[in-house]
């Protein structure tokens, strides 16, 4: 009975061992997997998540001000017909 014991207490062990070093190894290969896709990602040109959404934010508020300025001038070129129609025939 001993001897059973002693055998399934060194597979135990065994199997323990494996395990630990079953873990090292995957986050081994999870470390180089992430450095291998960081540098991929650095390859890429891609930008940040802040400074698409500051570009954005920018390209809104230059359209929002085109906008703006567009009907501005249909104003201007309104009153300006007005002013021309209005003034002394040559």
Do not use: F
């Given at each position: 009975?001993?001897?059973?014991?002693?055998?399934?207490?060194?597979?135990s062990r065994?199997?323990?061992?494996?395990l630990s070093a079953f873990g090292a190894i995957r986050q081994?290969?999870?470390a180089q997997v992430r450095l291998?896709?960081?540098r991929w990602l650095q390859g890429q040109n891609l930008v940040?998540?802040?400074e698409f959404d500051a570009v954005?934010?920018?390209?809104a508020n230059a359209r929002a001000?085109?906008?703006r300025?567009?009907?501005r001038v249909a104003a201007l070129e309104s009153e300006l017909k007005i002013l021309k129609g209005s003034g002394p025939e040559s």
């Open positions: 009975m001993q001897t059973d014991n002693r055998i399934l207490d060194d597979l065994a199997a323990t061992g494996a081994e290969v999870e291998v896709v960081e940040a998540r802040e954005r934010e920018m390209a001000e085109n906008e300025l567009a009907e």
